[in-house]
């Protein structure tokens, strides 16, 4: 296992929409183990693979918050199927340093996915855990934080990170 790289934006790679994938291969096993690392290291609740540079439809993410009991998930080719009311809560990404964004969601989701074993399996989540699950979707549609914001907040963050560039490199 091992930790990777999280690319943060605005790498193209975060943009892009993320192919679906067709094999269960050994690649994306390990793929899977790494991202799954590279989260807890982060440490972060979830992780979509285009963050770690690869674009295939592959997430991560441990819905339980209590830092003692850890229960990854690791979900190919996730979809919502279903999806109704509505929660918002302040989300961070891994992708996006120093933002928090309050957006809007639907307050549960159905996904279907598969496992790492190839397994269909439809997750019912609410609250929380759906949020985090439509946030790593999104990562899989080049879809990030930043895109819910407001053109001149977005503009303010584009400052920020600028500025902040500029200070690492003197
Ligand atoms: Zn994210």
Do not use: W
Not at 130 to 136: G, I
Request: with cysteine; charged share 30%; glycine share 6%.
């Amino acid at each position: 296992m091992a930790v990777l790289e999280i690319f943060k934006y605005p790498a193209p790679v975060l943009k892009r929409p993320a192919k679906p994938v067709d094999q269960i291969s050994p690649e994306l096993l390990q793929l899977i183990d790494d991202m799954i690392e590279t989260m807890y290291a982060a440490p972060g609740v979830g992780l979509a693979a285009p963050q770690v540079g690869r674009s295939c439809r592959v997430i991560v993410f441990d819905a339980n918050r209590d830092e003692s009991e850890r229960s990854p998930m690791a979900l190919i080719n996730p979809e919502i199927i279903f999806a109704e009311g509505e929660f918002c809560m302040e989300e961070g990404c891994l992708s996006a340093p120093e933002l928090n964004v309050e957006i809007k969601r639907k307050g549960q989701v159905k996904v279907k996915a598969l496992t790492r074993e190839g397994k269909e399996v439809i997750i019912e989540a609410k609250e929380f855990p759906a949020v985090l699950l439509q946030h790593e979707i999104d990562h899989l549609d080049g879809k990030l934080i930043i895109d819910y914001l407001s053109g001149l907040k977005r503009s303010l963050y584009k400052r920020k990170l600028k500025r902040k560039e500029e200070k690492e490199k003197n």
